[in-house]
C-alpha cells in the first residue's frame, strides 16, 4: 500500500512525494505507509484501516511467537548456568544486599566454605556481611525497594499477597511490570484473572500474560497457550506450548503429546520439543546443585 514514484515514498492519500521540504512520517501503527501530514492520515483511515489492523496482528505475532533466547529468572551470577524451571524443587536465594539471585549450589558452596574455614558469613556474590538479625534484613529489603529494584518490588509484592494485602501487592508489581520484571507481569495475570484488589479483566489479564511469556516465563507461556486452547486456537496454543517447552516447561510437553495423538502436531514438531525440553533441563544442571539438592532435601 505504500506508493513509489522514482523509488521515493509518497503520501498514501495526496500522492504528494517527499522532498526537501515535506518529510513523510510512516503510520505508528503499521508502518507500511506514509503520510505528509495529519489531515491526509485522518483522510485516508477508512481506507487504510482494515490493513492497518492485520499488519498490527502480524507484528504483534512475529513479538509473541518468537523463541526467547533464555527464561526470565537468566543464569545464576556464579556458575553462569541458568536457573532452574521448578522453583518447588530448587531453591533460588535473593540477596538482600546486591539483589542478585543465587542457585542453590552456589549458595550452599559458600556457606560450607564459610564453615570449613570459620569465616563470617557474607554475600555469596557482593560480599557484604550477612545481616545478623531480621530487622536488619527487613531494612536491606527496605533499601532495595526504595532504589526501584524489580526484583526487590517483586518480592515486596509477594509478602503484601501473602498477608492478603491485594491492594499493596497490585501497587509493587504494577511498578516492578513497569521496570520489565516478567514475574511481576505473570503475579499481575493472577490477580486480574481472580480479581483480587482489582476487578476481573479479561483483557487486561491476557496483556500481562503476553509480556510475562514474551519475557520467557515458561509457566506464563504455558498458560498463554491454555488460554488459546479454551478459546479454540488449537494451532496458535500448540505454538505456545512448543516455546514452553523448549524453556524446559514440563506439563507443555504433555499437551504437545496430546496434541500429536490428536494430530496437531507433526511428529517431526514433537521430536523437536521432546530435544529442546531435554537441553533446556540439562542445561541448569551441575554437579554442586545435585549436591546441594540432595543436602537440602535430607535436613528438611
Not at 517447552?245 to 499437551?255: D, E, S, T, Y
Not at 525440553?277 to 542445561?283: I, N
Request: one cysteine or more.
Amino acid at each position: 500500500e505504500v506508493l513509489e514514484v522514482d523509488g521515493a515514498s509518497c503520501c498514501a492519500s495526496c500522492g504528494i512525494t517527499s522532498n526537501d521540504d515535506i518529510e513523510l512520517k510512516k503510520c505508528d501503527a503499521c508502518k507500511l505507509v506514509r503520510y505528509c501530514n495529519v489531515k491526509c492520515q485522518k483522510e485516508h483511515r477508512p481506507n487504510h484501516e482494515r490493513a492497518c489492523e492485520k499488519r498490527v496482528a502480524e507484528l504483534r505475532d512475529e513479538i509473541l511467537f518468537r523463541q526467547p533466547e533464555s527464561r526470565h529468572l537468566g543464569d545464576c551470577p556464579l556458575c553462569c548456568l541458568p536457573h532452574p524451571v521448578d522453583r518447588t524443587k530448587a531453591v533460588v536465594t535473593v540477596t538482600g544486599c546486591c539483589g542478585k539471585m543465587i542457585c542453590e549450589g552456589c549458595d550452599y558452596a559458600n556457606k560450607k566454605r564459610e564453615v570449613a574455614e570459620s569465616l563470617q558469613q557474607r554475600c555469596p556474590f557482593c560480599r557484604h556481611p550477612a545481616p545478623k538479625t531480621v530487622k536488619e534484613a527487613d531494612k536491606n529489603s527496605s533499601r532495595r525497594v526504595e532504589s526501584n529494584d524489580p526484583l526487590s518490588l517483586n518480592a515486596a509484592g509477594v509478602d503484601r499477597y501473602a498477608e492478603g494485602d491485594y491492594s499493596s501487592a497490585f501497587k509493587y508489581w504494577t511498578k516492578a511490570a513497569e521496570l520489565g520484571d516478567a514475574e511481576a507481569h505473570y503475579h499481575l495475570f493472577i490477580l486480574h484473572h481472580y480479581g483480587k484488589g482489582v476487578q476481573k479483566d479479561r483483557k487486561k489479564e491476557l496483556y500481562h500474560l503476553e509480556k510475562a511469556a514474551i519475557a520467557g516465563h515458561p509457566i506464563g507461556r504455558y498458560n498463554l497457550g491454555c488460554a488459546e486452547f479454551n478459546d479454540g486456537s488449537i494451532e496458535r496454543a500448540m505454538k505456545h506450548y512448543m516455546i514452553a517447552a523448549n524453556l524446559g516447561h514440563n506439563c507443555a510437553i504433555q499437551m504437545l503429546k496430546e496434541g500429536f495423538q490428536s494430530g496437531y502436531v507433526s511428529k517431526e514438531d514433537f521430536a523437536s520439543a521432546l530435544r529442546g525440553h531435554q537441553a533446556a533441563v540439562d542445561a541448569t544442571k551441575s554437579p554442586q546443585r545435585e549436591l546441594a539438592g540432595k543436602i537440602l532435601s535430607t535436613s528438611c
